[in-house]
T-cell receptor, first 110, second 115 residues
C-alpha cells in the first residue's frame, strides 16, 4: 500500500554543521507534507510544511525541499544546535489523517 | 501557534482499572481530534479519529470497547482505557485540527504505565 518512509534511522552531526533529513513517499496524490520534531517524552512539534505546488519553503534555520518527480522530501537544518537533537518525522496528509514516516533520530555532537 | 493540552501527563494504575486521558484545544475549536499511540523508538500509530458530536472512527486492530473515545465539545476529547493491562502501557498522544485545516497540532502526550 501507500507509505511514507525515511531513508536513515539515525543521523549524527557536529554542532554548527548543516543537517539533512530525507523522506520518501509513495502516494503521488499527496498534496501536503509536514515535518515534525519530537523530543524525548514530548508530543510532536510542528516545524514546517509544504504543499505539492511548491518545491521549496524556508523557515527559521529550516528549509523543506519537495521533489515530486522522485517523490522525495527533505528537511535541512542550518547551523545545527544541541537543541535540535530529537526525532524528526515527515508526514503526508492522507484522506482522513496524517501518515507518519518511521522517524530519524538526529544527534548533535559538540 | 495553536495549543493542545493533555491531562494527565503521567499516570500509573493497577491492572484492571480504567484510565481517562483528556485532550483539550486551548485557543481554537477542534472539529476533529486524533488519538495516537507510540511505543519507544517507534513512530506514531493512529488509533482513532473523532469528530465533534459523532462516533469515533477506529483504525483496524484497535478495540473500540477497550479504548473509549468521546468528543463531546469542540475543545475536549477524552480517551478512556478500560480494564487496563500491562500491554496497554504506552505513550498516548492526541492531536487536533480546526475545520477546513489540514494541519494537526499535537498535545504533549500522556505516559501510561499499568502495573
Amino acid at each position: 500500500g501507500e507509505s511514507v518512509g525515511l531513508h536513515l534511522p539515525t543521523l549524527s552531526v557536529q554542532e554548527g554543521d548543516n543537517s539533512i533529513i530525507n523522506c520518501a513517499y509513495s502516494n503521488s496524490a499527496s498534496d501536503y507534507f509536514i515535518w515534525y520534531k519530537q523530543e524525548s517524552g514530548k508530543g510532536p512539534q510542528f516545524i514546517i510544511d509544504i504543499r505539492s505546488n511548491m518545491d521549496k519553503r524556508q523557515g527559521q534555520r529550516v528549509t523543506v525541499l519537495l521533489n515530486k518527480t522522485v517523490k522525495h522530501l527533505s528537511l535541512q537544518i542550518a547551523a545545527t544546535q544541541p537543541g535540535d537533537s530529537a526525532v524528526y518525522f515527515c508526514a503526508e496528509s492522507g484522506p482522513y489523517a496524517l501518515n507518519f514516516g518511521k522517524g530519524t533520530s538526529l544527534l548533535v555532537t559538540p | 501557534g495553536a495549543v493542545v493540552s493533555q491531562h494527565p501527563s503521567r499516570v500509573i494504575c493497577k491492572s484492571g482499572t480504567s484510565v481517562k486521558i483528556e485532550c483539550r484545544s486551548l485557543d481554537f475549536q477542534a472539529t476533529t481530534m486524533f488519538w495516537y499511540r507510540q511505543f519507544p523508538k517507534k513512530s506514531l500509530m493512529l488509533m482513532a479519529t473523532s469528530n465533534e458530536g459523532s462516533k469515533a472512527t477506529y483504525e483496524q486492530g484497535v478495540e473500540k470497547d477497550k479504548f473509549l473515545i468521546n468528543h463531546a465539545s469542540l475543545t475536549l476529547s477524552t480517551l478512556t482505557v478500560t480494564s487496563a493491562h500491562p500491554e496497554d502501557s504506552s505513550f498516548y498522544i492526541c492531536s487536533a485540527s480546526a475545520s477546513g485545516s489540514v494541519g494537526q497540532y499535537f498535545g504533549p502526550g500522556t505516559r501510561l504505565t499499568v502495573l
